[in-house]
Each structure stands twice: as structure tokens, then as C-alpha cells.
């Protein structure tokens, strides 16, 4: 068995940059849980694909990939002065912007990388791509602390033993290390809670079955993969202490976008008396985004839903598919929004502001 089979997915950077070859790095999450194939990407157009096709998934981990992959861009540009840089520099930054649409980490680092630009606008231009390449790193390590705070706020919440269901991936594979909705589970374990998970499977891409049970059951946690539409039922046994997600944007209300099938698991929740936690890093709430119903969700090729498990289609050709990669949890269903700055409760309008007095101030 080579070193490499040996290797588990956790000892694998989900997002990096390698310095050498200046290529950005990503596990190819298409290919999870059965081959770990690594991508290493220097072209823009194989950025930008590798964030459309999924390859490299979830908020957090778009975001660092969109940071690695502006600088990457930024150093290639060809410019006699600033303006012709700052020119190219926002076109390649437009591009990558347009890979997807619903998470906000995506936009979020270009524009932290844009600002970088125009605060260096006096130095010459080898200048403030080094100055880029020092803020593309400073963002991926900054995730760990982010994720690792957000899963210390998370611990407070739960109890040793208790079952906590999760949807999606919002796991290390989505983030560069902890992820932000397993940071609590893997924090727990570290420290003997002995918590039961349950992944929901996540459809139409099984995000859930192929991601977060694999990463969970990797590092050895008990994780129980169920059907979306089993949700409720545990709830309803009682096996269900504590629901942690993750998301791809908060509005200024608190209501969440997160993939399709959140609201159902929020409403099952509420009905069944169980805590719904969103876990979230600042780079995830978008305060200019008044309320859940200005996000703009992305739609998916109908590929997705009726071409995946048979040789044929598993609905008749030509038939109507509407495919949302994310819903819209209201937030009145969500018990608190957990960030590396604490504990968000309603009235959102209010506790968000405050987190983000409390980054200021930081
Ligand atoms: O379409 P995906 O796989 O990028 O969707 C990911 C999710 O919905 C995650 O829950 C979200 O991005 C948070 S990841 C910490």
C-alpha cells in the first residue's frame, strides 16, 4: 500500500495554495468518498470551473479558494501602472464572482482582496501583489480560528452524549479545517462527549452521505447516515438533542440560506422542540442583505436530479426538473446563529449588529 493510501481524508488540505508551482490546491470532492484525487489549478478558467462543478464546495472553502485564486490571477496580470492593473485586476475578480451566486464568502474575499489593491494603489505593482499573496494566506489561516471559535460556542450548547443531526456538508471539507457545523462535534470529541450524529444524505448531491458522514466516520465519530426525509421521524423518537448547520448566507434578520432541505429539518425542529443552530462565520452574513428573500438562489442543471445513480434516468426524459441548491430557513425557526464573535439570538436585526461591534472592536 503506497504512503498516500495510507492517508486519511482529514490529513488532506481541503484548500491551498501551493507555493511553489502557484497553483491553488483542492481535494475534488466530486470524486468523494471513493478516490481523493488532487487538483492542482492555475488557470482561471479551471478556478472558476472547480468552483461551479463543486470540486471545491461550501462557503468557507469557496471563499479561500477565490482569495488563492485572485492572487493567482493578479500575478500573471501584465500592467505598465495602476490603473491598467487595478482594470485587469476587476475583470479577473468579476469572473471569479460569477461561479456561483448564493454563498457570499465567494464575494466576500474578492472584495477584502480588492481592498487590498486600492489601500497599496502607491506601490508599484510587484508590491501589492505581494501584498495579495500575504492576504490570501492571512484569510485561509484565519478559517481555522474562525471555525475552531465557532465549534468552542457551539460545546456550550450541547450536552456529553447527546444526538445532534446535521444536513449538508458543512464539514472540514467545506472549511479549511473543523468545518463550521461539525467544529462542535469534533471539539466534543476531543474531549469525550461521545455524541451521536446523524447526517442527513442531502440531496440532489449527497453532500451528507458522501462528505460528512465520511469525514465524521473518518475521524472516528458514531455518525448515522439517514434519507432526507427521515429527519423528522428521529426527531420525533427523541433521538435529537441539537440541530447544527451551516450556511451560505445570513441575512440582516437572521434569515439563513443554506442547501435545499434546510427549511424542511428547521420546520421538523420546531414541531419536535429541537434547537436549530446556525453555525456561521462573520464572512457569512451579509447585513446588506435585508431579509431571506432578496438572497439569490442559485439553480442547477436538472442533470443533477434525474442523472445519478442508474445507467438511465431516473425520471422520464424531457420531464420538468426545478433543481435550488438552497432554501431559506425563516428566522424564527432558528434558535441561534453561532460565530466566532458568540451567540446571535432574536431579535437577529439586533444581536448580528452586535456581533460585528464586537469584530470591530476585536
Ligand atoms: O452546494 P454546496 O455543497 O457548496 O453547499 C454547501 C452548503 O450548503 C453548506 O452547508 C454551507 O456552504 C456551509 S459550509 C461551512
Known sequence: MSEDKKKS??????????????ALVIIDQTKLPYNTEILSLTKQEDIWSAIYLLQVRGAPAIGVAAAIGIYLAAREIEASDFEEFYQKFRKAKDYLDSARPTAVNLSWALKRMEGIV?????KPVAEIV???????VKIREED?????????YGLTLVNPGDGLLTHCNAGQLATVKYGTATAPMY????????FRIFSDETRPLLQGARLTSFELKESGLDVTVICDNMSASVMRKGWVNAVF???DRVAANGDTANKIGTSMVALAAKRYGVPMYICAPTSTIDLNTPTGKEIHIEERPASEVVEMWYEKPMAPEGVKV???????????LIAGIVTEYGIAREPYSESLKEIFRRKQEA
Open 9 to 22: 481524508i482529514m490529513d488532506y488540505d481541503t484548500v491551498a495554495l501551493d507555493e511553489e508551482n502557484h
Open 245 to 247: 448547520v451551516g450556511c
Open 144 to 152: 481555522i480560528w474562525v471555525c475552531k471559535t465557532i465549534g468552542e
Open 187 to 194: 471539539l466534543g470529541q476531543e474531549r469525550g462527549y461521545h
Open 130 to 136: 505581494e501584498e495579495l499573496h500575504k492576504e490570501a
Open 118 to 122: 486600492l489601500d497599496n494603489k502607491d
Open 322 to 332: 426545478f433543481n435550488p441548491a438552497f432554501d431559506v430557513t425563516d428566522h424564527d
